[in-house]
């Protein structure tokens, strides 16, 4: 660890110093300058790929009272998935956790993980609880290394914004208009949902039912043909008969996780919840009711026709590992909720993945944005018996107030407290985290 204060990070009562994991990856800890009991707590936060490490949660917690190591991964640094990333970048975690785990004060560490985080932390557990044949099933497209073996495991998990994974999101981007997978200029009209004939426009669409319904099946049908494509190029490198002896480029038109989304143009789907759950409204008051989207239309426009923001640039290899996530015959989503998803068939899977974890588990979701609706798939999944789950009225995705929302922003007062609050409740309650070894 290299001491001394960080950059542009200046908490008033927070101490920040670098910390260098093994690998090379760089972490800045968050400490209180005069720790109490909350310290004996740390916070691990990394993303799938950005860099986290001026993220909201490690300076709001610390401000809270705990210590939280904020750091990047060796993907951070080009922003893309590369060859084994996704197994890479668990062996990263394992050095952030373990050092949490040997920091003096320390009794406890919780994973936190907002977006495709999560996707890291729900793995990183659920492999560290059930070694690694709980990654290596006969279910799994592709099987995990045997160097996961003995990741320490964390006391508690929260995933604030989660999405559905990784592996879910290339499946929810799949634009199955494209003609074939090498070319985003050859579009079929019919399955084109930024076609005005289909229901798009830009300032909110409307697809029926039955172009909903042709639409998903296609896309599901695109996303197993790309698997399977993937598999048949990876038997092939495995034999000496690649076009390389280690992995080969794999570039799919249309598949990136810019656009193809029905939901994120028509407000009528992924609206709601299926259940009531407790809401945390602008004045601190939660009432508990089914929870409805905030957000508006995001008008994007079509971005299959380019390489650069379209297309899914990876490998063979890494998209079998990060991406890839089967979609059954019944894959659909509606105004309350996905289903179809063979969930357990990637460890790029939050909501598979929580079917493996025991410690405590909090799902939050954010009104503001699409994503906040998987709190909801996730937390149904999860096998914790201490789980919760709410939602954070108005609130993006980064949990600042939405001002694109149905609302004024000002209607959802401070967004980033309240999340943070909650966030601060549920891990300090008592009994939850024992300070002790």
């Known amino acids: ?8 990070v200046q908490i008033e009562g927070v101490k920040t110093s670098y910390v260098k994991l093994s690998g090379g990856s760089p972490g800045v ?21 950005g860099d986290y490490l001026t993220f909201s949660a490690c300076g709001e917690l610390s401000k809270r009272g705990y210590r939280v190591l904020c750091a ?9 998935f590369d060859d084994g990333i996704m197994d890479r970048v668990l062996l990263e975690m394992k050095a952030g956790v373990g050092f949490l785990k040997s920091y003096p004060g320390v009794s406890k560490v919780v994973l936190f993980g907002h977006s495709g985080g999560a996707t890291l932390m729900t793995a990183y557990q659920m492999i ?9 099933g006969g279910q799994m497209i592709h099987k995990c290394p045997s160097t996961l073996a003995g990741l320490p495991k964390a006391d508690g998990v929260v995933l604030a914004d989660a999405n559905w994974g990784q592996a879910e999101m290339t499946l929810l981007s799949v634009d199955p208009a494209v003609v074939s997978d090498d070319d985003g200029m050859k579009l079929n009209p019919a399955l084109d949902m930024y076609n005005p004939a289909n229901g798009y426009d830009p300032k909110g669409s409307h697809y029926s039912e039955a172009f909903r319904r042709k639409f998903l ?12 494509r993937a598999q048949a190029r990876l038997a092939l490198i495995e034999a000496g008969k690649g076009h390389y002896t280690d992995d080969e480029p794999f570039i799919v038109a249309g598949a990136s996780f810019i656009g193809n989304r029905l939901f994120s143009e028509d407000n009528a789907l992924l609206a709601r919840s299926r259940k009531a759950w407790p809401l945390v409204h602008a004045d601190g008051a939660i009432t508990t009711e089914i929870i409805h989207s905030e957000r508006v239309p995001e008008g994007r426009g079509d971005p299959t026709r380019t390489m650069g923001m379209g297309a899914l640039k990876t490998t063979v290899r890494n998209f079998l590992s990060s991406y890839a996530v089967r979609a059954g015959q019944d894959f659909d989503y509606d105004a309350s909720g996905i289903r179809g998803v063979e969930w357990r068939s990637t460890y790029a899977s939050p909501p598979g993945n929580v079917e493996g974890i025991s410690v405590p588990l909090l799902a939050l979701g954010m009104t503001g944005h699409w994503e906040g609706l998987a709190a909801e798939t996730i937390y149904e999944h999860a096998a914790s018996k201490d789980k919760a789950i709410a939602f954070i009225e108005g609130a993006t995705h980064v949990y600042t107030p939405c001002d694109k929302c149905i609302k004024p922003a000002g209607a959802y007062g401070d967004t980033v407290k309240l999340t943070y609050d909650y966030v601060d409740n549920w891990i300090s309650k008592a009994g939850r985290f024992a300070n002790t070894n």
Do not use: W
Not at 29 to 49: D, Q, R, T
Not at 130 to 136: D, K, R
Not at 217 to 228: S, V, Y
């Open 217 to 228: 099946a296609a896309e599901g049908a695109r996303n197993n043909a790309l698997i399977d």
């Open 72 to 80: 990047n991964n060796s993907s951070s640094k080009s922003g893309t």
């Open 29 to 49: 800890l968050y400490e209180p300058l005069n720790p109490g009991p909350k310290a004996a707590i740390a916070l691990f936060v990394m993303h799938a790929s």
């Open 1 to 8: 660890m290299f001491d001394g204060p960080v950059g542009q």
């Open 128 to 136: 560290a609880e059930g070694g690694v044949t709980a990654c290596q």
